[in-house]
């Protein structure tokens, strides 16, 4: 079945460094990908949305000069936090999708962000 | 924009029990309802999906039903046991146009009790 790698698991920076989480679909083509975060005990909150080779839409109230969407090929996207703060600490999941397709949403296996 | 509402946000019930989550949505051009199950610190599971050109939908133990007219959509998981234990999540998409954009409800935990 489709299979999305998302790297790292878990990750621990410190307040003002940045940090990269990729996301691999690794036997299907995603024209799309959203990308999710989720808090201790919340729901899954929609960032924004990447299509390959243009630029992401971004959900209301998210910053897109602090979360970095590169959707550079049809099975690799990445987010990257940048200055990253204590308040983005978070679950962090990715969704791969192609519009139009029978394969549903694919999510990753999403990243441990802690920010010391 | 697309906005789901899920009840209850807790709901126990005794193994073998029926059990019920709830969800309304907004926006009537959305034709896909999916059910994810997420154990801590886990990616969603899909548990069962429908779409908006059938009225219901079953997989054993679990069913959804959708009332397009007063878009509520329910999951309905018979014969509970202590494994379905965790966290449930409404969602709603309108695929097929340009962004799919897959909008999650609050979340519901269950837990069920031997």
């Known amino acids: 079945g489709a299979v999305v790698s998302q790297h790292p698991s878990r990750v621990i920076c410190k307040s003002g460094t940045s940090v990269k989480i990729e996301c691999r679909s690794l036997?299907?083509?995603?024209?799309?990908m959203f990308w999710y975060r989720q808090f201790p005990k919340q729901s899954l909150m929609l960032m924004a949305t990447?299509?390959?080779?243009?630029?992401?839409?971004?959900e209301q109230g998210v910053e897109k000069d602090k979360f970095l969407i590169n959707h550079a090929s049809l099975t690799l996207s990445t987010l990257t936090v940048t200055s990253a703060h204590p308040e983005d600490s978070s679950f962090y999941i990715c969704?791969?999708?192609?519009?139009?397709?029978?394969?549903?949403?694919?999510f990753g296996s999403g990243t441990r962000l802690t920010v010391v | 924009g697309e906005n789901v509402e899920q009840h209850p946000s807790t709901l126990s019930v005794q193994e073998g029990d029926s059990a019920v989550i709830k969800c309304t949505y907004s926006?009537?051009?959305?034709?896909?309802f999916p059910w994810y199950k997420q154990e801590l610190g886990k990616r969603p599971q899909l548990i069962i999906d429908?779409?908006?050109?059938?009225g219901e939908k079953k997989d054993q133990r679990i069913a959804v039903t959708l009332n397009k007219t007063a878009k509520h959509f329910s999951l309905h998981i018979t014969e509970t046991q202590p494994e379905d234990s965790a966290v449930y999540f409404c969602?709603?998409?309108?695929?097929?146009?340009?962004?799919?954009?897959?909008?999650f409800g609050t979340g519901t935990r269950l837990q069920v009790f031997p």
């Open positions: 969704s791969a999708h192609t519009p139009g397709g029978a394969r549903g949403y694919t």
């Open positions: 036997d299907f083509q995603a024209t799309t």
């Open positions: 990447s299509n390959e080779g243009s630029k992401a839409t971004y």
């Open positions: 926006d009537s051009a959305s034709n896909y």
């Open positions: 429908i779409r908006s050109n059938v």
């Open positions: 969602a709603a998409s309108i695929v097929g146009y340009n962004t799919d954009k897959l909008i």
